[in-house]
């Protein structure tokens, strides 16, 4: 299976992260009443087993209980796995020091020593400048207990200006975590995929089925019953359904010629875009071989073609 090296000298990983937002989360994803801990580690073990070993986190998902998950798990296995977790710039944390505690208390829940990635969750600056923040981040670098920095949700200006800091330093930047999908092809045109590509940044890209809109379970002929916080966005009403059916066929075509899914279709599509890893949300074994069947194949440049234009509207 192919890999991809974050940055210019991070470590190389499968195109492919698995998402762990929703291990532990009560609010969002209604954890412990339609899946728990047995679930998880499920999905742990059939991510590994398939060669898939990078997982995405974040100090806030389930209040910390993503990350002692993953620690939980890490624990039971010999074999090598890489985390990438995140800093929140929260208001009250204004000095370097808040960024080697929060580290500190994320290698705990982690038990790890070194993270592999350690991304900023925000492009916020309430009281601590990014000059403070990326200098914190660096000297973490030194440490040895970060081996890559990242930021998500940053803009092209404020990739460029986080490079330059870490440059100063001898760092350099290794990804920015967006939002892309092909219903979110913001980041072609508002400068972020031309600057990654400029930086040797690596793009994660995060919600690349758009909250499911892209696995064809829902339409406008019935299907799913969008739930929570989809049933009053309008993306998931009949005029929402209806405006992106001629994107899911094509996509239904193109999964019956490979014998896949939409959702694997669409994930590849992602993969095809070159120095780009979607985030696939996994809380369960079967979500995890779902978004796997993305990898080891390839669709041609004429269907890329084809998917670049139907989703266009979307640039």
């Given at each position: 299976m192919e890999t991809i090296t974050l940055g210019q000298n991070g470590l190389a990983v499968k195109p492919l992260c698995i998402g762990t937002w929703a291990w532990g989360d009560k609010l969002f994803w209604n954890y412990g009443n339609d899946y728990g801990a047995q679930e998880l580690q499920a999905a742990f073990t059939t991510a590994l087993d398939a060669g898939v070993t990078f997982f995405d986190t974040a100090e806030v998902y389930g209040m910390g209980l993503s990350e002692e998950f993953l620690g939980q798990f890490m624990k039971n296995t010999d074999r090598e796995v890489?985390?990438?977790?995140?800093?929140?710039?929260?208001?009250?944390?204004?000095?370097?020091?808040?960024?080697?505690?929060?580290?500190?208390?994320?290698?705990?829940?982690l038990q790890m020593e070194r993270i592999d990635l350690y991304q900023v969750h925000w492009p916020f600056t309430f009281f601590m400048s990014q000059e403070t923040l990326m200098n914190a981040l660096a000297d973490e670098v030194q440490r040895g207990r970060i081996a890559a920095i990242g930021v998500s949700n940053y803009s092209a200006q404020q990739m460029e200006s986080a490079q330059s800091i870490l440059a100063r330093r001898?760092?350099?930047?290794?990804?920015?975590?967006?939002?892309?999908?092909?219903?979110?092809?913001?980041?072609?045109?508002?400068?972020?995929?031309?600057?990654?590509?400029?930086?040797?940044?690596?793009?994660?890209?995060?919600?690349?089925?758009?909250?499911?809109?892209?696995?064809?379970?829902?339409?406008?002929?019935?299907?799913?019953?969008?739930?929570g916080a989809r049933k009053i966005d309008p993306k998931f009403s009949q005029d929402g359904l209806r405006k992106i059916e001629p994107l899911i066929s094509l996509l239904r075509q193109f999964a019956q010629k490979y014998g896949r899914t939409p959702a694997q279709v669409s994930l590849n599509w992602l993969i095809a875009q070159g120095n780009?890893?979607?985030?696939?949300?996994?809380?369960?074994?079967?979500?995890?071989?779902?978004?796997?069947?993305?990898l080891d194949w390839q669709l041609n440049d004429d269907e890329i073609s084809q998917l670049d234009q139907i989703s266009h509207s979307y640039l």
């Open positions: 890489q985390i990438a977790t995140k800093f929140g710039p929260l208001p009250w944390r204004f000095t370097s020091g808040s960024v080697a505690d929060a580290l500190t208390a994320s290698l705990k829940r001898g760092v350099k930047l290794a990804v920015n975590q967006v939002r892309y999908s092909l219903l979110n092809r913001q980041i072609e045109t508002n400068g972020i995929l031309e600057t990654a590509k400029k930086l040797d940044v690596t793009i994660l890209a995060y919600s690349p089925l758009a909250q499911g809109l892209l696995t064809g379970k829902y339409s406008v002929d019935g299907g799913k019953t969008p739930t780009v890893i979607p985030i696939a949300g996994s809380k369960t074994a079967q979500q995890v071989r779902d978004n796997i069947g993305a």
